[in-house]
């Protein structure tokens, strides 16, 4: 019989070492090791029946609480290891709040949209309203409606790329002006409009050209409508765009869809019309081309020139830019470096 508790005492001992593992999985081995049906308790509690009745009270009790400091001692355990775990958790969590966050790129308006904008902005103020055509457009109103019959020499100063035969990208903004007059008619006037958007041109890129560039129109029918009228819109424009003491200056010039046509300088913004470099010594820097709307064109659309005139003027956007920023290459616009841009992010 105390050989017997003795057996249990050790047992129990042992029990409570191995207990101290930091793993749970061992922890399980322990617990059916010594509690299983096949471990030492259950082979003790089945010896019980062959103990003297007066033995067996007293054994019994002994296993008994064996049994329960086992249990107990694996319980207790377990909870420290699942505890254990969660604190060891919880710190691998921890967000450091003082960390600096993460930087944000955010982009910025292309200097072109920029210009697009500001240009649109102005015309709005005196009563404009913003158009949009094709860029793929019909030889009919790219060129035909604009007094540039098929065959017309003038058509070499715009080289095209076509679609088909019928079909171009279309040169210029100008083609507009046809699509407008047609729509509105003489019923509806004035008509005053500007019309922003890409145009194409067959021409080898260089610094100064691009096969894709961009255009702005902006044109006028009206009763009345003079020279005067465009000569005050054009400084009013320079000046918006380089500065209130820019001046201009009107040079005759040919397109077969204004006349009288002329090509529009401004007084260099550097030199201030001294001369220097950008304005190539002569003090003043072309900017764009204008003139009356001619009758022709106004004919073809249905109007009574003898009650309706008008005048149109197109400009280059890059040029605008270029000229605005100090830009020396236009590619520069059309590459998308981060360095070029950034620097034009408001
Ligand atoms: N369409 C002409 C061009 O692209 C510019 C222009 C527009 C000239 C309107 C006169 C009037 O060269």
Redesign the pocket.
Known sequence: MSEQNTVLEQLLAQALTEVKTDDLKTLNDVRVKYLGKKGPIQEAMKAMKDLAPEERKAFGQLVNTVKSEIAEAVEAQTTALEQAAIVQRLANETIDITLPARHLHTGGVHPLQQVVDDITQFFRSMGYEAAEGPEVETDFYNFEMLNLPHDHPARDMQDSFYVDPHRLLRT?T?GVQARTFEARGEDQLPIKVICPGKVYRRDDDDATHSHQFM?I?AFIVDENVSMANLKGTLQALARHLFGSDREIRLRPSF?P??EP?VEVDVSCAKCNGTGCNVCKQTGWIEIL???LIHPNVLTMTGFDTEKVSGF???MGVERIAMLKYGIEDIRHFYVNDVRFLQQFKR
Request: aromatic share 14%.
């Open positions: 210029h100008s255009q129109e397109f869809f204004t046509s081309g204008a003139g149109a003027l197109g």
